[in-house]
């Protein structure tokens, strides 16, 4: 996964920003423009007033709103090749690395659609016994096997209390769990917010795929992972039990909620009326682009695709 993302020859590495209209998938704040007011007013209620990290923000959409609406010092890590090179002609403070960025006091590190693309591995169980999906390479072809289970994967299962299901295979997302460790062990944030899809560790049960693993190529899903490697996005839903563990564990108070629930505990509604309201009195291309606002705002919101992601804040005890 890793290196079909992000090696020399990776999706993220090639010559367009896959996050944005002409790539292959859209986050919130490509989706509306006014995704970045409701985070800045997050940050308004809990006095963040300092330094703010964005980890991966690939075309700068949320952080250029976050800039309009709050005037925070931004300093931004992407990894990405390509992402890279356009967020430093847009004159953003950008770095390639987290122990790049300046020693300085941060209140806030924040994340959109990151950690679904941190490498993970898989976990199956057999006969009671854990196993790890590996890839098998041949000369001309790759193919699937399976092997005796790392004893770091397996302490990581065992550790957030996943019980086997059958034929259910377990995305073993221990590399988020180092990478928290290292963010926070570098910044020290007063703060963390992490947004992506996932689910909390009872509610995989109910999902009806073997495997949370997919593929996203031109806005659609693009099957089998290893048929197309560094071609696709490889992509995956969070563990977010085990994101409230490892934050839990490292002093923070953590809360959960849906994307549409955040909105609206922090201005959609009364916003959003204010929108519809500029739109009854508009006109000629005025009233268009209105309309365009309000469809935006309406699928950050919508609780079947991505208003039902997850917004995980998180305070340093």
Same mark, same amino acid.
């Given at each position: 996964?890793?290196e079909c993302l992000y090696s020399e020859y990776g999706f993220f590495n090639? +010559?367009?920003?896959?996050?944005?209209?002409?790539?292959?998938?859209?986050?919130?704040?490509?989706? *509306?423009?006014?995704?970045?007011?409701?985070?800045?007013?997050?940050?308004?209620?809990?006095?963040?007033?300092?330094?703010?990290?964005?980890?991966?923000?690939?075309?700068?959409?949320?952080?250029?709103?976050?800039?309009?609406?709050?005037?925070?010092?931004?300093?931004?890590?992407?990894?990405? #090749?390509?992402?890279?090179?356009?967020? =430093?002609?847009?004159?953003?403070?950008?770095?390639?690395?987290?122990?790049?960025?300046?020693?300085?006091?941060?209140?806030?590190?924040?994340?959109?659609?990151?950690?679904?693309?941190?490498?993970?591995? &898989?976990?199956? *169980? =057999?006969?009671?016994?854990?196993?790890?999906?590996?890839?098998?390479? $041949?000369t001309e072809s790759l193919s699937y096997n399976l092997v005796p289970m790392?004893? #770091?994967?397996?302490?990581? &299962?065992?550790?957030?209390? &996943?019980?086997?299901?059958?034929?259910?295979?377990?995305?073993?997302?221990?590399?988020? +769990?180092?990478?928290?460790?290292?963010?926070?062990?570098?910044?020290?944030?007063?703060?963390?917010?992490?947004?992506?899809?996932?689910? #909390?560790?009872?509610?995989? =049960?109910?999902?009806?795929?073997?495997?949370?693993?997919?593929?996203?190529?031109?806005?659609?899903?693009?099957?089998? +992972?290893?048929?197309?490697?560094?071609?696709? $996005?490889?992509?995956? $839903?969070?563990?977010?039990?085990?994101?409230?563990?490892?934050?839990?564990?490292?002093?923070?108070?953590?809360?959960?909620?849906?994307?549409?629930?955040?909105?609206e505990q922090h201005g959609f509604l009364t916003f959003y009326k204010k929108?519809?309201?500029?739109?009854?009195?508009?006109?000629?291309?005025?009233?268009?682009?209105?309309?365009?606002?309000?469809?935006?705002?309406?699928?950050?919101?919508?609780?079947?695709?991505?208003?039902?992601?997850?917004?995980?804040?998180?305070?340093?005890?």
């Amino acid at each position: 996964m890793e290196e079909c993302l992000y090696s020399e020859y990776g999706f993220f590495n090639t +010559t367009k920003i896959r996050s944005s209209k002409d790539g292959d998938f859209l986050t919130s704040p490509e989706v *509306s423009n006014y995704f970045g007011l409701f985070i800045s007013n997050w940050m308004d209620s809990k006095k963040i007033k300092n330094n703010v990290v964005e980890v991966g923000p690939g075309t700068g959409s949320l952080a250029t709103q976050i800039k309009n609406y709050s005037q925070k010092n931004l300093f931004l890590i992407e990894k990405s #090749e390509t992402a890279f090179l356009s967020l =430093k002609e847009k004159e953003f403070n950008v770095f390639k690395s987290i122990d790049m960025v300046p020693s300085e006091e941060i209140d806030l590190i924040y994340m959109n659609e990151v950690l679904d693309n941190i490498a993970c591995s &898989i976990g199956v *169980s =057999k006969e009671k016994k854990w196993f790890e999906k590996v890839i098998k390479i $041949d000369t001309e072809s790759l193919s699937y096997n399976l092997v005796p289970m790392r004893a #770091e994967s397996l302490s990581w &299962i065992q550790q957030n209390n &996943i019980e086997p299901l059958d034929d259910i295979e377990v995305e073993i997302q221990r590399n988020i +769990t180092t990478y928290l460790g290292e963010i926070v062990e570098q910044f020290n944030p007063k703060f963390l917010l992490i947004i992506d899809y996932g689910y #909390e560790a009872h509610e995989r =049960k109910g999902k009806p795929y073997k495997s949370l693993i997919r593929t996203y190529k031109n806005h659609h899903l693009a099957g089998e +992972t290893i048929l197309q490697p560094t071609s696709t $996005d490889i992509t995956y $839903d969070i563990n977010f039990t085990s994101v409230k563990n490892s934050l839990s564990e490292l002093g923070f108070d953590v809360e959960l909620s849906s994307q549409k629930e955040f909105l609206e505990q922090h201005g959609f509604l009364t916003f959003y009326k204010k929108i519809q309201s500029e739109f009854q009195n508009a006109d000629g291309l005025d009233k268009l682009k209105i309309k365009s606002d309000l469809v935006g705002l309406e699928a950050i919101r919508n609780e079947r695709g991505l208003g039902g992601f997850k917004i995980l804040t998180a305070k340093k005890i």
